[in-house]
């Protein structure tokens, strides 16, 4: 019995963590989108600022995809620039913003 609620604690643990890190990851990523994003993209990520830019609140990549766009560039898209300055950590949370805060609205 002991180890069975050992286990449960520690999933709960876990999974508390991961969720903790979701919500950190997108604060960090709505301050970094501000500052490094929304001149193009726009504040509500409508990206109608200049004629090309996408909307990217309701985009099809993956955050990992998102990621690395934002910091290495896709040759399909060399309008944008790159991010190289950010730490993929940064990226990430940018990333996640995009995906869990924008998306769902």
């Known amino acids: ?9 520690l999933l709960g643990l876990f999974g508390c963590t991961d969720k903790k890190q979701a919500t950190t990851d997108v604060q960090n990523g709505n301050e970094l ?3 490094y994003c929304a001149s193009c993209h726009k504040e509500s990520g409508n990206g109608q600022f200049l004629a090309g830019i996408p909307r990217n609140r309701d985009t099809q990549y993956s955050v990992n995809e998102v ?39």
């Open 1 to 9: 019995m002991g180890k069975v609620l050992l286990t449960v604690l």
């Open 33 to 35: 989108y501000s500052m």
């Open 67 to 105: 990621s690395d766009l934002i910091r290495v560039g896709h040759q399909d898209k060399p309008s944008m620039p790159t991010f190289s300055q950010l730490t993929p950590a940064q990226a990430y949370a940018i990333a996640a913003y995009l995906k869990y805060k924008l998306g769902s609205e």
